[in-house]
Structure formats: structure tokens, C-alpha cells
């Protein structure tokens, strides 16, 4: 019997970056509607926090590509983030960033999966 483990922290960062790059494409969208939604950049923030935890643990163990592909997609977004919080200027970095970071934890959760079987 074989004993398969959860890359729990890819799985995380899969999910918080593919949440994050839909409300940074869905929400601008809704900002549109008479609904009084205004965009806080902290819950970007929030998204890029969880994000970078989860890499910190990722990148300990995974290969170079993996690793650079994640370091540099999650400078993207952190330039993004603290250029709206702080200079009040929007950059699409976001996007770039967030879709690095799903192509990245993908990546490395299919060199673990293929690793444990």
C-alpha cells in the first residue's frame, strides 16, 4: 500500500492565488454596478501574505525553476499591492503575478505527486 501525503501548503497556494486573480478581474467589474462596492487594496494584501507563506515553506524543498518562477510572480504581486496601498497607483503586475503563482504551485505539486507514486 502506498502512503501518499498532501502538498497542503501548494494546495493553498493554488487556491489563495486563483481567489486572488478572480476577484482582481471579477471586481473591477462589479465596482461598475450601483451596488456601493469600493476596492480595498488590503484584502490584495491578505491574499499576498497567504501566498508568501505558503512559498516560504515551498521553496525549501522545491527545484530551481519552481523556485524562481514563485519568488519572482510573488515580487510582481507585492509590487503591485504596496504600489496601490502606498502610491495609490494600480499596476496589472497582479495579473502576471497571480497566474505565475498558480503555474508555479501546479508545477511543483505535479513534481510531488509524480515523486510519490
Known amino acids: 500500500m502506498k502512503k501518499t501525503t498532501t502538498p497542503f501548503y501548494d494546495i493553498l497556494g493554488i487556491s489563495s492565488a486563483t ?8 471586481f473591477p467589474l462589479l465596482t461598475v454596478l450601483p451596488l456601493g462596492l469600493s476596492h480595498n487594496p488590503f484584502i490584495d494584501l491578505l491574499f499576498a501574505t497567504i501566498g508568501l507563506f505558503a512559498i516560504f515553506k515551498i521553496i525549501k524543498k522545491s527545484g530551481l525553476l519552481i523556485a524562481t518562477i514563485l519568488i519572482l510572480s510573488m515580487v510582481l504581486i507585492w509590487i503591485s ?14 495579473f502576471i503575478g497571480g497566474i505565475g503563482m498558480i503555474l508555479g504551485h501546479l508545477l511543483n505539486y505535479k513534481t510531488h505527486k509524480s515523486k510519490n507514486h
Open 19 to 26: 481567489i486572488c486573480l478572480v476577484h482582481c478581474l471579477i
Open 81 to 94: 499591492v504596496l504600489s496601490e496601498i502606498i502610491l495609490d497607483i494600480h499596476l496589472d503586475l497582479i
